[in-house]
Nanobody
Framework: VRLAESGGGLVQAGDSLRLSCAASGRTINAYIMGWFRQAPGKEREFVAAIRENNANTAYSDSVKGRFTISRDGAKNTVYLQMSSLKPEDTAVYYC??????????????????WGQGTQVTVSS
């Protein structure tokens, strides 16, 4: 499966932005989908994930209540709606996928497929 992120950009603190992750090659309905981010000089960190049944989601404490992950099976796409953005949200955001897992993992090495990333920059 191939993943392609889009929707990044430069915004001001307090603004909203929606990232999209379009999958191709296979349907992602059976995949757990995740979003990670990596800021300059920092390790890649977990942001959010959603299970294949759409019933279970997970968020990092730093984005909980501000970000929402969702998926559209018909479009084979996953979204990350980001609100109340802060300068510390500045990073390259990556979409990731894994099939056949029972639980959502927050570890990047648990995911098998990755997109190329999209830059999000939040100015103060």
């Amino acid at each position: 499966v191939r993943l392609a992120e889009s929707g990044g950009g430069l915004v001001q603190a307090g603004d909203s932005l929606r990232l999209s992750c379009a999958a191709s090659g296979r349907t992602i309905n059976a995949y757990i989908m995740g979003w990670f981010r990596q800021a300059p000089g920092k390790e890649r960190e977990f942001v959010a994930a959603i299970r294949e049944n759409n019933a279970n989601t997970a968020y990092s404490d730093s984005v909980k209540g501000r970000f929402t992950i969702s998926r559209d099976g018909a479009k084979n796409t996953v979204y990350l709606q980001m609100s109340s953005l802060k300068p510390e949200d500045t990073a390259v955001y990556y979409c990731a996928a894994v099939e056949g897992k029972i639980y959502i993992s927050r570890r990047s090495d648990s995911y098998d497929y990755w997109g190329q990333g999209t830059q999000v920059t939040v100015s103060s």
